[in-house]
């Protein structure tokens, strides 16, 4: 009975070891499916070349180098790149990296090239996402500087009061000799970067920001000169200085002419200039009207202004609220009005 027992203890002293054991296991494995293997990305740098203006008579082979590595992880990076451009060359075409950066040669062809603008674009496909290396080029048959911009005119249409807006223009050179530029303007409300730059065919972006806090509601335009060694030019833009408030007119039913003007906008009105006039009634014998203005008007609250009229007949209510008129018909009796 005690071999029995011991055998007993011992099998249940496995048991125990065992359980423990693999319970420890099934933890460990536990906690290391729970660990996140961080993989790596795809960098390259730069994402484009410009090989300038190339003269349509005088051929050549151009080069450029880019760079491309893995960023981070802990795996190996593995590319290729695609291209349907005959008049463009890469090596190498493929490879991998552990994080060391890889040199690719880029080698254009402009031989065979008619004049004109040119633009490929190498996909560089990866295990770890997608990039593209873009190069250009020009093709051109005048020597000296020639200024060229685009657009000339650009229409903003709305911009809101005491806002900032922006636009750009783009500024480069159709000749082989290099272009040197300036801009200006004596516009106050308005300022220009760069102001000046050079270019042997790539294009320089010029950003013109617009200020309206001091601007007047309505149409406004403003230039901007351009001067270079190859021929001088005018960008010009044009938009709309609008409020920022919407307001709504609502007439109301009741004794004497009842208007209210609601802010419905997401800023504060101020200075709301308003004007009601009501005329009508039997013999056309009713003609009133007021005009004042709300200094101060939140957004989200509302004013009721107030026209006493007294007669009888059809009525026509004409209320402009800024520069926005509204319409509206009514009866009155005596001095209770019906609005339509």
Same mark, same amino acid.
């Given at each position: 009975m005690n071999k029995i027992n011991g055998k007993i203890i011992g099998i249940a002293t496995a048991l125990v070891l065992l359980t423990a054991t693999f319970g420890s296991l099934s933890a460990t494995i536990e906690e290391k499916n729970d660990i996140s293997v961080s993989l790596g990305s795809l960098q390259y740098n730069p994402k484009s070349h410009h090989f300038q203006n190339k003269y349509i008579d005088e051929p050549e082979l151009n080069t450029?180098?880019?760079?491309?590595?893995?960023?981070g992880g802990c795996c190996e990076l593995s590319y290729r790149m695609e291209w349907d451009c005959d008049w463009v060359d890469v090596?190498?075409?493929?490879?991998?990296?552990?994080? #060391?950066?890889?040199?690719?040669?880029?080698?254009?062809?402009t031989t065979d090239l008619p004049l004109g603008e040119y633009t490929c674009e190498i996909d560089i496909k990866s295990n770890e996402g997608n990039g593209v290396f873009t190069v250009h080029v020009n093709i051109v048959d005048i020597k000296e500087p020639t200024l060229?911009?685009?657009?000339?005119?650009?229409?903003?249409?709305?911009?809101v009061e005491n806002g900032i807006a922006s636009t750009v223009f783009e500024i480069w050179n159709l000749g082989m000799e290099e272009l040197i530029f300036s801009v200006d303007t004596d516009i106050s409300w308005m300022t220009l970067s760069p102001v000046n730059g050079t270019s042997k065919g790539e294009p320089t972006e010029i950003t013109v920001n617009i200020d309206t806090t001091e601007l007047d509601f309505g149409e406004h335009s403003g230039e901007v000169n351009i001067q270079s060694n190859g021929g001088d030019g005018v960008f010009t833009v044009e938009f709309t200085v609008v409020r920022c408030t919407e307001l709504q007119v609502k007439p109301k039913s009741g004794i004497?002419?009842?208007?209210?003007? #609601?802010?419905?906008?997401l800023s504060e009105a101020t200075e709301v200039d308003y004007e009601i006039s009501v005329v009508g009634g039997i013999l056309n014998n009713i003609n009133e009207s007021n005009s004042s203005t709300i200094h101060s008007l939140p957004a989200g609250f509302?004013?009721?202004?107030?026209?006493?009229?007294?007669?009888?007949?059809?009525?026509?209510?004409?209320?402009?609220?800024?520069?926005?008129v509204e319409i509206f018909e009514g009866i009155v009796f005596f001095n209770f009005v019906i609005i339509r």
């Amino acid at each position: 009975m005690n071999k029995i027992n011991g055998k007993i203890i011992g099998i249940a002293t496995a048991l125990v070891l065992l359980t423990a054991t693999f319970g420890s296991l099934s933890a460990t494995i536990e906690e290391k499916n729970d660990i996140s293997v961080s993989l790596g990305s795809l960098q390259y740098n730069p994402k484009s070349h410009h090989f300038q203006n190339k003269y349509i008579d005088e051929p050549e082979l151009n080069t450029t180098v880019f760079e491309i590595w893995r960023g981070g992880g802990c795996c190996e990076l593995s590319y290729r790149m695609e291209w349907d451009c005959d008049w463009v060359d890469v090596f190498p075409t493929s490879g991998t990296s552990h994080g #060391e950066h890889d040199e690719i040669t880029v080698t254009i062809d402009t031989t065979d090239l008619p004049l004109g603008e040119y633009t490929c674009e190498i996909d560089i496909k990866s295990n770890e996402g997608n990039g593209v290396f873009t190069v250009h080029v020009n093709i051109v048959d005048i020597k000296e500087p020639t200024l060229a911009y685009t657009p000339e005119v650009n229409n903003l249409g709305d911009v809101v009061e005491n806002g900032i807006a922006s636009t750009v223009f783009e500024i480069w050179n159709l000749g082989m000799e290099e272009l040197i530029f300036s801009v200006d303007t004596d516009i106050s409300w308005m300022t220009l970067s760069p102001v000046n730059g050079t270019s042997k065919g790539e294009p320089t972006e010029i950003t013109v920001n617009i200020d309206t806090t001091e601007l007047d509601f309505g149409e406004h335009s403003g230039e901007v000169n351009i001067q270079s060694n190859g021929g001088d030019g005018v960008f010009t833009v044009e938009f709309t200085v609008v409020r920022c408030t919407e307001l709504q007119v609502k007439p109301k039913s009741g004794i004497g002419i009842s208007i209210e003007i #609601e802010n419905i906008g997401l800023s504060e009105a101020t200075e709301v200039d308003y004007e009601i006039s009501v005329v009508g009634g039997i013999l056309n014998n009713i003609n009133e009207s007021n005009s004042s203005t709300i200094h101060s008007l939140p957004a989200g609250f509302k004013r009721v202004v107030k026209l006493p009229v007294f007669g009888l007949g059809k009525i026509t209510v004409t209320t402009k609220v800024y520069d926005k008129v509204e319409i509206f018909e009514g009866i009155v009796f005596f001095n209770f009005v019906i609005i339509r």
